[in-house]
């Protein structure tokens, strides 16, 4: 099974607003609305932000969304904060295979 | 508040057998999916196979051959067992709890597996 597709790297101002893409295939996004999503601060374990593709758990900031359209899964942050500053996984279940997989993960820089 | 701890050995050598533990407290085991996920050193995330509390399993397809996972609901403790390991296989292991099977919302802190001689 082929990692979902992410862009290695984004950036953006604070209180500005980024988007991070994650592109499967009909297999796995296209077909399950269960994309989630994690942060990941360096040497910590990831965090879930996002779960069946625009679900928020308890605690997690209202700035954090999710969407979906065709094979492309979206997380939106609103209102960039220097706490952002994280890598972003997706993740997605993958029917052909009964599987899970994430995406390659996305570097965000607060510039 | 639901906390997971992986323990097990920190090296290992090649084509040995990596063995690692989850160790669940503050909630029960039962009525959830538990997954083992790995990241080698620098890289994403991998996702190598859960348990259902009811011993059921499902495992990454590349890894399959290679991986068993089970549960203790005695204990509240899960396991992972990786065979024939090489240095490819030299990740942080994390354990994590899955409400379904496709997400994960409470995570271990992870532990560092190095395969070496």
């Known amino acids: 099974q082929s990692a979902l597709t992410q862009p290695a790297s984004v950036s953006g101002s604070p209180g500005q607003s980024i988007t991070i893409s994650c592109t499967g295939t009909?297999?796995?996004?296209?077909?399950?609305?269960?994309v989630s999503w994690y942060q990941q601060h360096p040497g910590k374990a990831p965090k879930l932000m996002i779960y069946?593709?625009?679900k928020r758990p308890s605690g997690v900031s209202n700035r954090f969304s999710g969407s979906k359209s065709g094979n492309t899964a979206s997380l939106t942050i609103s209102g960039l904060q220097a706490e952002d500053e994280a890598d972003y996984y997706c993740c997605s279940y993958v029917g052909s295979s009964t599987s899970v997989v994430f995406g390659g993960g996305t570097k965000l820089t607060v510039l | 508040q639901v906390q997971l701890q992986e323990s097990g050995p920190g090296l290992v050598k090649p084509s040995e057998t990596l063995s690692l533990t989850c160790t669940v407290s503050?909630?029960?085991?039962?009525?959830?999916?538990w997954s083992w996920i790995r990241q080698p050193p620098g890289k994403g995330l991998e996702w190598i196979g859960y348990?259902?509390?009811?011993?059921?399993?499902n495992y990454n397809p590349s890894l399959k051959s290679r991986v068993t996972i089970s549960v203790d609901t005695s204990k509240n403790q899960f396991s992972l067992k990786l065979s024939s390991v090489t240095a490819a296989d030299t990740a942080v292991y994390y354990c994590?709890?899955?409400?379904?099977?496709?997400?994960?919302?409470?995570w271990g802190q992870g532990t560092l597996v190095t395969v070496s001689s």
């Open positions: 009909s297999s796995d996004v296209g077909t399950y609305n269960v």
């Open positions: 348990v259902y509390y009811s011993g059921s399993t």
């Open positions: 503050g909630g029960s085991i039962t009525s959830y999916y």
């Open positions: 069946e593709v625009s």
């Open positions: 994590a709890r899955g409400p379904t099977r496709y997400y994960f919302d409470y």
